[in-house]
């Protein structure tokens, strides 16, 4: 309960990062989600992941739309900025926060009727304008919050709790958000926290609009035989593309693209993310293959989880727009107003 606060007492020997924080700097309030649901797994890996990157908390803007995903920016990073925006609008409230002040770091956190059914052209216009930003969509097929009705990304003939079968195509946002141009695309699984640390880290490091479809099973709504969003079929459907691990830094890079063997990519940072080959014909670097690889996935009723596409130095937002490298909300009058002379000559031009 939200009302019960946390302990404030730990072990002195209690493991810190570089920056001397601990784990519990990165925690928020305790979850008022169902026990066992899929999202607490997710905010228990982007706290682990903001740890072990040593973010400073209050660089990070969390923002999210309406459902239980968007609540869960409560339950972590209680010391960065939040917003719990409109249902499906998140996107716009983030680019405008991104273009206001670009020095913090975004997450996006949202769910599959947040950002695929009411949300679902806001979602697309913030991967396609590249705004740098980790957007997470806390995927379990269901409105979950409103208690169970089918949401966009359930499948083709999975079944609801109460056993009506879902007769409309599913939307793939990972499938969308290749075509959108984003140029970091992964999926995971809530229960893979060895795979989903990673790929959280990879994409806070990334620049540009890094999108992660998360399957989070609702076990309150979508958990039961019938369902594809449930744990056991989840577990038993999973086709990891290659298994992660994410190193910050500068270290000299050897990379190998043998089947089986380790794959070491270079991001614009000088960070490395490492990737254990496990298909020999798969390129994260090819959008197209990708998208092939997907479909080809889909078709064998099995779900491609891992980094499933990376493009580096592509550039955000900000570059397109080509603003001041500085945060507009720093700029002071002498920036923002550039006198009368200024303005004659501008309107002048649009005469
Ligand atoms: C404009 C508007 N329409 C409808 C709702 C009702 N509503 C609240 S949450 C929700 C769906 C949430 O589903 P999802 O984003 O998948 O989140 P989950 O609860 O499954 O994590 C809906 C339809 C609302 N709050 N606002
Ligand atoms: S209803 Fe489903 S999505 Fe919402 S908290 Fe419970 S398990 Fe999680
Ligand atoms: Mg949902």
Redesign the pocket.
């Given at each position: 309960m939200t009302y019960l606060a946390k302990p404030k007492f730990h072990h002195p020997a209690i493991e810190t990062n570089a920056l001397g924080f601990t784990h519990r700097d990165y925690e928020g309030a305790i979850s008022t989600l169902c026990a066992g649901c899929g999202?607490d797994s997710i905010s228990a890996a982007i706290m682990r992941a903001c740890f072990e990157l040593s973010l400073p908390p209050h660089r990070i803007a969390k923002l999210s739309?309406?459902?239980?995903?968007?609540k869960t920016p409560t339950y972590f990073l209680g010391q960065s900025h939040g917003f719990n925006s409109?249902?499906?609008r998140m996107p716009s409230v983030l680019t405008g926060a991104n273009l206001a002040n670009r020095d913090l770091i975004y997450l996006g956190v949202?769910?599959?009727?947040?950002?695929a059914?009411?949300g679902f052209g806001q979602f697309a216009h913030a991967i396609r304008r590249a705004v740098n930003m980790v957007y997470i969509v806390?995927n379990?097929g269901?409105?979950?919050?409103?208690k169970g009705q089918f949401?966009a990304t359930s499948d083709r003939g999975s079944k609801s709790k109460k056993g009506v079968l879902n007769a409309d195509s599913p939307i793939d946002l990972v499938t969308i958000a290749l075509q959108l141009g984003a140029t970091f695309v992964a999926r995971s699984f809530s229960g893979d926290k060895d795979q989903l640390v990673p790929l959280i880290k990879a994409a806070l490091e990334h620049e540009g609009a890094a999108f992660i479809d998360c399957i989070s099973p609702?076990i309150a709504f979508n958990n039961h035989d019938g369902s594809t969003k449930s744990f056991d079929y989840v577990r038993a459907h999973n086709a990891a593309l290659n298994s992660l691990d994410f190193m910050t830094g500068k270290a000299p890079i050897t990379a190998d693209y043998a089947e089986g063997a380790m794959q070491e990519i270079a991001l614009h940072d000088g960070s490395t993310i490492r990737l254990r080959k496990l298909n020999g014909d798969y390129d994260i670097a090819d959008r197209a293959a990708a998208l092939g690889h997907l479909y080809r996935v889909q078709a064998s009723g099995e779900i491609a989880t891992g980094l499933i596409y990376l493009e580096e130095g592509a550039g955000d937002l900000h570059a397109r727009l080509n603003t001041d490298a500085r945060p507009l909300n720093a700029l002071g009058d002498r920036d923002l107003v550039p006198g009368a002379a200024a303005l004659d000559r501008i309107n002048a031009g649009l005469r």
């Amino acid at each position: 309960m939200t009302y019960l606060a946390k302990p404030k007492f730990h072990h002195p020997a209690i493991e810190t990062n570089a920056l001397g924080f601990t784990h519990r700097d990165y925690e928020g309030a305790i979850s008022t989600l169902c026990a066992g649901c899929g999202h607490d797994s997710i905010s228990a890996a982007i706290m682990r992941a903001c740890f072990e990157l040593s973010l400073p908390p209050h660089r990070i803007a969390k923002l999210s739309g309406i459902g239980c995903s968007s609540k869960t920016p409560t339950y972590f990073l209680g010391q960065s900025h939040g917003f719990n925006s409109v249902h499906g609008r998140m996107p716009s409230v983030l680019t405008g926060a991104n273009l206001a002040n670009r020095d913090l770091i975004y997450l996006g956190v949202s769910g599959d009727g947040d950002s695929a059914s009411i949300g679902f052209g806001q979602f697309a216009h913030a991967i396609r304008r590249a705004v740098n930003m980790v957007y997470i969509v806390e995927n379990n097929g269901v409105y979950g919050l409103t208690k169970g009705q089918f949401s966009a990304t359930s499948d083709r003939g999975s079944k609801s709790k109460k056993g009506v079968l879902n007769a409309d195509s599913p939307i793939d946002l990972v499938t969308i958000a290749l075509q959108l141009g984003a140029t970091f695309v992964a999926r995971s699984f809530s229960g893979d926290k060895d795979q989903l640390v990673p790929l959280i880290k990879a994409a806070l490091e990334h620049e540009g609009a890094a999108f992660i479809d998360c399957i989070s099973p609702c076990i309150a709504f979508n958990n039961h035989d019938g369902s594809t969003k449930s744990f056991d079929y989840v577990r038993a459907h999973n086709a990891a593309l290659n298994s992660l691990d994410f190193m910050t830094g500068k270290a000299p890079i050897t990379a190998d693209y043998a089947e089986g063997a380790m794959q070491e990519i270079a991001l614009h940072d000088g960070s490395t993310i490492r990737l254990r080959k496990l298909n020999g014909d798969y390129d994260i670097a090819d959008r197209a293959a990708a998208l092939g690889h997907l479909y080809r996935v889909q078709a064998s009723g099995e779900i491609a989880t891992g980094l499933i596409y990376l493009e580096e130095g592509a550039g955000d937002l900000h570059a397109r727009l080509n603003t001041d490298a500085r945060p507009l909300n720093a700029l002071g009058d002498r920036d923002l107003v550039p006198g009368a002379a200024a303005l004659d000559r501008i309107n002048a031009g649009l005469r």
